[in-house]
């Protein structure tokens, strides 16, 4: 379960490539590969490396409240393969 109010960050050995749909994100160190669906879902996780919380990264891109559980859910998604992790 992702906290609002932790700071996150893209795992190191984890690269994004823009995609018209949004982005992929690759694994070097698993070889897993997700698909970011929506660019709004690309902005946060690019942002989670300079916001203090998730909070503020929602904030920050400008996502309305009514869908951060669905992008709490996307992030909880990436932090279980391993693309995003606490810092």
Do not use: C, Q
Not at 33 to 40: C, G, Q, V, W, Y
């Amino acid at each position: 379960m992702i906290d609002l109010e932790a700071r996150y960050e893209i795992s190191p050995n984890v690269s994004l490539r823009p995609e018209r749909f949004g982005a992929l994100a690759y694994s070097f160190d698993t070889r897993k590969l997700s698909f970011l669906k929506h660019p709004d879902l690309v902005r946060v996780v690019e942002s989670l490396d300079s916001s203090e919380s998730v909070r503020e990264a929602f904030e920050t891109v400008g996502v309305d409240k009514a869908r951060w559980p669905s992008f709490l859910t996307a992030l909880a998604t990436l932090e279980t393969s391993e693309m995003i992790r606490a810092s």
